[in-house]
């Protein structure tokens, strides 16, 4: 048997890093995907197989695993194996035009379209039960993550996230128009997070003053959202920008990127972690164009994004 699913990446459009903070955050799926298909194989293997490099691995290597790109995969199969007592194994193969290690969730996404292949060749689940066995197979390699990523990797569309309360959906569809430029730094996620914390405890009553206008643009952003008003949208990222720069989560490159963006488009933000990574910036649909070409005369890596709807979806 075979079994094909495919989920997409994620932006933070606002909130990264005052999130850690009780903070609220807004992440939006976006329209570049990730497919994985499993399949049914006699030998007790479990074969990998993607564009960053292919692996066969026996069933008795469970907890031997150090590679962490296999990692994830490797335990939702030998979970499925081990569940429904198989002598057989499963052949995945990963497919992706989601940039890796630059905040796009190309991991969540991996995981979450793996968790709905790999399970659904020997039973049928949820959302919900995927979302929970990808939330799982992401903590193999990142073990305090929110589920934030795999959780708009699995629904798409916007979700509003924060510590205390979880995940909400936002129902309305704004008719977003993203940019987005690649630094091609890959970051540390943990690393930046532990600077910002240093921030916060040498600049206490600042940091807490940031994370009260954060709040309020955050709210902002919810109305802005509702009522399609993407030139303040775009007003509004770019003081959350400011904030970003003042916790010390940019470098020259993205400082450059930025500065361009700011001229070219309505508004331009660090979406995730930063130290490198990707920027986005918010467009009208007849710019996106013009913007991407003057973006790339300078060198810089970038493409289009719509906010996706979908989520996961299986075939
Ligand atoms: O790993 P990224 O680039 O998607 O960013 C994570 C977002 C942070 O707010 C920086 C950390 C977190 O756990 O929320």
């Known amino acids: 048997m075979k079994s094909k699913a495919s989920a997409p990446g994620k932006i933070i459009l606002f909130g990264e890093h005052f999130v850690v903070y009780g903070v609220k955050a807004i992440l939006c799926a976006i329209d570049k995907r990730i497919t994985v298909t499993a399949e049914n194989v006699q030998e007790e293997i479990i074969s990998i197989k993607s564009n960053i490099g292919e692996h066969e691995f026996s069933l008795q290597e469970y907890g031997t695993v150090t590679d962490l790109r296999f990692k994830p995969l490797y335990y939702l199969a030998k979970k499925m194996i081990d569940k429904h007592k198989k002598r057989s194994g499963i052949k995945i193969t990963v497919e992706s035009d989601i940039p890796s290690g630059v905040g796009l969730g190309s991991s969540s996404a991996c995981c979450v379209a793996a968790a709905a292949a790999i399970s659904r060749l020997y039973e049928e689940n949820s959302k919900e039960e995927i979302l929970k066995m990808a939330i799982e197979a992401e ?29 909400s959906k936002i129902d309305y569809k704004p008719e ?140």
């Open 139 to 167: 903590r193999t390699i990142f073990q305090n993550t929110s589920g934030a990523d795999c959780t708009i990797c699995a629904f798409g569309g916007m979700i509003i996230f924060d510590k205390k309360n979880g995940f």
């Open 176 to 315: 977003l128009h993203l940019v987005i430029a690649n630094s091609n730094i890959k970051h540390s996620t943990e690393k930046i997070v532990s600077k910002v914390k240093k921030f916060s405890e040498n600049n206490r009553e600042e940091f807490l003053d940031m994370c009260k206008r954060e709040s309020e643009i955050i709210n902002q952003a919810l109305t802005l959202l509702k009522n399609n008003d993407v030139r303040n949208l775009g007003k509004i990222m770019i003081e959350n920008q400011e904030f970003l720069e003042r916790l010390g989560i940019s470098n020259e490159k993205i400082q450059n990127m930025i500065k361009m963006a700011n001229n070219i488009s309505l508004g331009a933000k660090i979406t995730g972690a930063g130290g490198g990574g990707c920027i986005i910036m918010l467009t009208n649909e007849c710019d996106s164009k013009k913007i991407i070409e003057t973006m790339r005369d300078k060198n810089y890596d970038c493409f289009d994004a719509r906010i996706d709807f979908q989520g996961l979806d299986t075939f």
